[in-house]
């Protein structure tokens, strides 16, 4: 039995961005609530083929999507997450030599890299915008 109770799951959103005229979106797997500590996670599944460097550590540690997801569920759920543990789920080698795999990766972020993470965000929608106005062909 895993140590969390299932909040919600395929939770789309659409919120604003404070200040700005942004959104930001998309879809949380799954948000769990520990029964011990009681605090809210993300939990994302990934599936990959063996060999991948999609979803190695080091990739995850620059992504913005983690704090991104982390900043939006704050908003939605009206309270502070913990992280984000990540599921992943590697498929066997292609002449089944290699098993599958299972490993998980948890990961926070500050409350500075979040507030990072959506300034990034609107940089980017700014530049877009930006660039429709000046090509807009």
């Known amino acids: 039995m895993e140590p969390f109770d299932v909040v919600d799951v395929e939770r789309t959103f659409v919120l604003p961005i404070e200040g700005t005229e942004h959104e930001v979106m998309g879809k949380m797997d799954l948000i769990v609530r520990d029964r011990k500590s009681k605090v809210l996670q993300i939990v994302d599944h990934k599936s990959e083929k063996r060999g991948s460097p999609a979803n190695r550590i080091e990739a995850w540690a620059s992504r913005g999507q983690v704090a991104l997801y982390l900043a939006a569920a704050e908003q939605l759920y009206e309270e502070e997450f913990g992280s984000i543990v ?32 959506l300034r990034n965000l609107v940089w980017v929608a700014d530049q877009i915008e930006r660039l429709k106005k000046e090509f807009p062909e």
């Open 86 to 117: 990540v599921n992943i789920l590697t498929r066997q080698s292609e002449k089944g030599r290699v098993g599958p795999t299972f490993r998980r990766m948890d990961l926070e972020r500050s409350p500075e890299q979040k507030v990072e993470a």
